[in-house]
């Protein structure tokens, strides 16, 4: 059978007595680049990630690399606030551990907080610093007469933060404690 150069098996080792890893790794790239000398030096990356892969098939460097980058492919990293709002809605905890109308209303409610800080990187939410934008952001909707509204989108936005840790996709929840206005 004639396979890919992305689906190859391998079944080689290196030196006398390193240890074989067989297995097949779909998704790597070989590539080839000539050297100054004339040589050739080959480097493998991982398609979907573009990580570049240690070593050479075969290896346990190789084959640990490449599971991680299977991971991450699989599981990729979320960067501002409104990636990790949309994971938290397509969730089951979203979609099946809620009510249509808790749903549409968190939809609703979450849609807000992604204009206010959608854009925001993951790094940042992480900052305690956040939590006075956000304390902030409730102050000023607040002063225009929606007290109410500005305590449940908070209370939301807790949720999704504490969902965020729960999955791994953030370190620390900015709004484990606030005080109601």
Not at 62 to 75: S, T
Not at 90 to 113: C, V
Not at 115 to 134: H, N, S, Y
């Amino acid at each position: 059978m004639l396979r890919s150069r992305s689906q190859r098996e391998v079944h080689t080792t290196t030196g006398k007595h390193a240890a074989m890893v067989r297995g097949t790794f779909k998704g790597v790239n070989k590539v080839r680049r000539r050297l100054a000398s004339g040589r050739y030096s080959v480097h493998y990356y991982h398609r979907a990630t573009g990580r570049k892969l240690p070593g050479s098939p075969g290896t346990a460097e190789f084959a640990r690399a490449w599971a991680e980058a299977e991971q991450a492919a699989q599981n990729p990293a979320c960067r501002v606030l409104a990636d990790l709002s949309q994971r938290f809605q397509n969730s089951t905890d979203f979609t099946h551990g809620l009510k249509p109308s808790t749903q549409s209303e968190y939809a609703r409610m979450l849609g807000a907080i992604e204009v206010e800080f959608g854009d925001t990187p993951v790094a940042v939410i992480q900052d305690r610093r956040f939590k006075g934008d956000l304390l902030e952001w409730r102050d000023r909707l607040s002063k225009a007469g929606k007290l109410r509204e500005a305590e449940n989108r908070l209370t939301i936005a807790a949720r999704l933060f504490a969902w965020g840790v729960g999955r791994g996709y953030i370190e620390t929840n900015p709004l484990t404690t606030w005080e109601r206005a």
